[in-house]
């Protein structure tokens, strides 16, 4: 969220900012787990991370992050895995490393768990199409994980929080939110994965989840919502944003038995090198032979 606050320099004004583009995207729609080993029945503990490194930060952006005392129950039935992020946008104008390291909980030791998935994978804007789910299978000794991913050209940040207040006493709630783009110009068949569990009800808001929306195209968030306890009563709302390169917008729910509050944060990833830092790199070139992304890909010349 660095650019959303205005500039003087938004030309002809922040509204209709200029100034400031939007940039080639990778957007993460889901995780799953198809397969596990034989041995391996009834519900899967896993833990580890998957993350990715941009050109934009050589840092880690960490896509599942658990530790082994918190690992994620995966039921086998869907598969579905709990993405933890991304926390920024993932700027995809060269190429994204993909960096992995998830493991399966068997026992008391940490010795006894059994490794599902380790390595890195790169992707490259060039190979995949614009709009297009991309599915790829990273496989493993223990299993694999499949990876839905979209590339998004003249994309902005978008950043979803949810928040939720005056929770009726006695009862919780269970929250599914997802995301979707309404486009003339193209149709995808999946959903993005947002969050899909039993909100706390100490804290009673959620993570921030960032999602790329191309310029011109509608976000749509969707919020299926069931109490827990109660009267046991479920709703589903739905939220229609218009990409913006900076600002914020804020939707109000009054369900009853809670108050649902919908936050969404725009940005764009052209940010000014002075906010990057020491650390960041003002071309592409330079940030993918000082991490070994050329060599990784072969596009360096042997010694």
């Known amino acids: ?25 990778m ?35 960490y896509i599942f992050n658990r530790s082994r005392d918190d690992p994620f129950i995966v039921e086998q039935e869907d598969g579905f895995i709990q993405m933890t992020g991304p926390k920024r946008g993932i700027r995809n104008d060269g190429y994204v490393l993909l960096e992995f390291d998830m493991k399966i909980k068997t026992g008391d030791e940490e010795s006894d768990d059994l490794q599902l998935i380790d390595g890195v994978a790169y992707f490259n804007n ?4 614009n709009a297009t789910e991309h599915k790829q299978r990273i496989d493993g000794d223990h299993g694999a994980v499949d990876i839905t991913l979209l590339l998004l050209r003249s994309a902005v940040e978008a950043t979803v929080q949810v928040g939720i207040s005056d929770l009726e006493h006695g009862s919780g709630l269970s929250l599914r939110l997802t995301a979707s783009y309404i486009s003339s110009h193209f149709v995808l068949r999946e959903r993005i994965q947002l969050f899909h569990g039993v909100v706390d009800p100490e804290t009673c808001e959620q993570n921030k989840y960032v999602v790329a929306v191309p310029w011109k195209v509608i976000l749509s ?23 913006r390169k900076h600002g914020h917008e804020n939707l109000t729910f009054e369900l009853g038995f809670a108050t649902v509050k919908v936050k969404v944060t725009w940005s764009t990833l052209d940010i000014p090198r002075s906010l990057l830092g020491p650390d960041c790199y003002m071309y592409d070139f330079e940030a993918a032979e000082d991490l070994g992304l050329l060599n990784l890909m072969g596009l360096e010349e042997a010694n």
Not at 237 to 243: E, I, V
């Open 1 to 25: 969220m660095m650019m959303t606050d205005t500039w003087t320099s938004c030309s002809p004004d922040w509204g209709n900012c200029e100034r400031h583009d939007s940039c080639t995207m």
């Open 27 to 61: 957007q993460i729609f889901s995780l799953k787990l198809p397969y596990t080993s034989a041995s391996i029945s009834g519900p899967v503990q896993l833990y580890g991370y998957m993350a990715v490194r941009d050109l934009l930060n050589p840092y880690r952006n």
């Open 221 to 243: 968030l969707k919020l299926h919502i069931s109490q827990i306890g109660g009267s046991h009563r479920s709703v589903e709302k739905f939220c229609l944003c218009s990409p």
């Open 126 to 129: 060039l190979t995949i199409m």
